[in-house]
C-alpha cells in the first residue's frame, strides 16, 4: 500500500469522474514543456476545488501560487461571467507559461496574474482597498503560509472559504524537530489557524498521483 496504489485508484477516479478537457490538459502540457515542476493540484484535487467555489457561490476569487494555471483554470471555471480571480505569482516564466494557458481556456476576461512576491502584492491588494475575496487558495511557498494566511483574512469577509493546500508534507508536518523550513513554516500556519478566533478550520489528509499531503479548509466567522 503505497504510491503506486494511491496513482491507480487516482487514475481510476479521474477516468470516471474528471472528464478529458482540452484546456486543462494542454496547460499542463505546456507548463511541462516549459520545464515547469509538476507541483500542480491533482485533476480530481482541481475538480474538488472546482466544486467548492460553485457550492459556495464565489464571485471573487484570490489564488497565491500560480505555477502554469492549473488550479487557476479549475477554479476559474466556477466564476460567473462577471467573476473575477486574482491571482499571484513571482516567477515571470511561470506567469507567462499561465497566462498563455489562461488565455487558450478563454478565461483572459476573468482572470488578472498580478507578478511579484506575493508578501508584496497581497499588501499592494490590501492598500488599493480590494473588495474582499470570497475564496482563497494558498498554494505558494511553505515558508510563508502563516503570513499568507492572516493577509487571506484581511481581504475576506464573513463567510470566505480559505483554502491552503500541502498542509501534511507526507507526514512531516507532525516533527515538531524538523529541520525542514517547508515544515517549520506549515508547522507556523497550523498554529495561527488554531489560534486564530475569526476561524473555523479543519484539515483532510491526501493520497494520490501527488502523494500524500492535505488541504486545510477555513470559514471566516
Ligand atoms: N496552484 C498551482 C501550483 C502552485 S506551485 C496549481 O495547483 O496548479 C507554487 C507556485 O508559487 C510556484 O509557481 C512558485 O513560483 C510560486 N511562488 C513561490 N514563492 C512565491 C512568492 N513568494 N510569491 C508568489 N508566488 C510564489
Ligand atoms: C510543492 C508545492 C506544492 O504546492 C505542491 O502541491 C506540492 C509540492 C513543492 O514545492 O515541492
Ligand atoms: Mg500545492
Known amino acids: 500500500m503505497g504510491r503506486e496504489l494511491w496513482s491507480a485508484v487516482?487514475?481510476?477516479?479521474?477516468?470516471?469522474?474528471?472528464?478529458?478537457?482540452?484546456?486543462?490538459?494542454a496547460a499542463l502540457e505546456r507548463s511541462d514543456t516549459a520545464g515547469l515542476p509538476q507541483i500542480n493540484v491533482a485533476p480530481n484535487q482541481g475538480k474538488l476545488l472546482h466544486l467548492i467555489a460553485r457550492i459556495h457561490g464565489a464571485r471573487r476569487i484570490l489564488e497565491i501560487g500560480t505555477l502554469g494555471g492549473y488550479s487557476t483554470i479549475w477554479l476559474a471555471r466556477a466564476l460567473p461571467p462577471d467573476g473575477q480571480l486574482i491571482t499571484l505569482e513571482v516567477e515571470p516564466k511561470h506567469a507567462e507559461v499561465a497566462q498563455s494557458n489562461i488565455e487558450?481556456?478563454?478565461?483572459?476576461?476573468?482572470?488578472?496574474?498580478?507578478?511579484?512576491?506575493a508578501a508584496d502584492t497581497l499588501a499592494e491588494l490590501k492598500a488599493q482597498g480590494s473588495d474582499p475575496f470570497d475564496l482563497v487558495f494558498i498554494d505558494a511557498d511553505k515558508t510563508s503560509g502563516a503570513d499568507y494566511f492572516s493577509s487571506a483574512l484581511d481581504l475576506t469577509?464573513?463567510?470566505?472559504?480559505?483554502?491552503?493546500?500541502?498542509?501534511?508534507?507526507?507526514?512531516?508536518?507532525?516533527?515538531?524537530?524538523?529541520?525542514?523550513?517547508a515544515v517549520q513554516g506549515t508547522?507556523?500556519?497550523?498554529?495561527?489557524?488554531?489560534?486564530e478566533q475569526r476561524v473555523s478550520v479543519?484539515?483532510?489528509q491526501t493520497v494520490g498521483i501527488k502523494g500524500y499531503d492535505g488541504f486545510a479548509l477555513a470559514l471566516v466567522l
Open 10 to 25: 487516482d487514475g481510476y477516479i479521474c477516468d470516471l469522474l474528471v472528464a478529458p478537457d482540452q484546456a486543462l490538459d
Open 104 to 117: 487558450r481556456a478563454g478565461l483572459a476576461g476573468v482572470v488578472t496574474i498580478r507578478l511579484g512576491r
Open 157 to 181: 469577509r464573513s463567510g470566505s472559504v480559505i483554502i491552503v493546500d500541502n498542509v501534511v508534507r507526507a507526514g512531516a508536518v507532525i516533527d515538531a524537530t524538523s529541520d525542514d523550513p
Open 187 to 195: 508547522r507556523r500556519l497550523n498554529d495561527v489557524m488554531a489560534a
Open 202 to 204: 479543519t484539515e483532510v
